[in-house]
């Protein structure tokens, strides 16, 4: 049920679908269905950028992949004797990562997203 928030066009389409979400779980999961509730205003917040960037604000999925390979060498090398080696190799490993990023879909938007004047209602840029 969670995932129709995400899934709807409209903020107010999801307000409504996580309304239903919390009078479902909260009788039977009142602490599971306590912390959507008190992030509520965060997990809605992306109805705030354009629709196009919605897809990667609503993922982990650069930040998980781009650290795995971080976890997997730090893991096999058993630490290092001290941080600078340390520091050194994730900085290493972070460059080479950065080689396969692409641009974000939508990048051309991102000086609109910083500028406090445009506003974008449900993923559609308004005038102010």
């Known amino acids: 049920m969670l995932h129709e928030i995400y899934e709807a066009e ?4 999801a307000e409504k679908a996580f309304d239903r979400f ?6 039977k999961h009142p602490k599971a269905a306590e912390c959507p509730a008190k992030d509520r205003a965060l997990m809605l917040a992306f109805y705030d950028f354009p629709a ?11 930040i998980e ?12 090398t058993r630490g290092c004797a001290s941080a600078n080696p340390t520091v050194s190799m994730t ?3 972070l460059v080479d990562a950065k080689k396969g990023w692409r641009k974000l879909n939508g990048h051309k938007l991102m000086a609109d997203v910083i500028d406090i004047i445009v506003k974008f209602v449900d993923g559609i840029r308004k005038a102010a």
Not at 22 to 27: H, P, R
Not at 66 to 71: C, L, N, S
């Open 65 to 76: 992949s781009t650290f795995a390979t971080v976890r997997l060498r730090t893991k096999h």
């Open 91 to 93: 900085f290493k490993l």
């Open 22 to 27: 919390i009078e479902v779980f909260e009788a």
């Open 10 to 13: 409209t903020q107010k389409e």
């Open 52 to 62: 196009v960037h919605w897809r990667h604000i609503r993922s982990t999925n650069p």
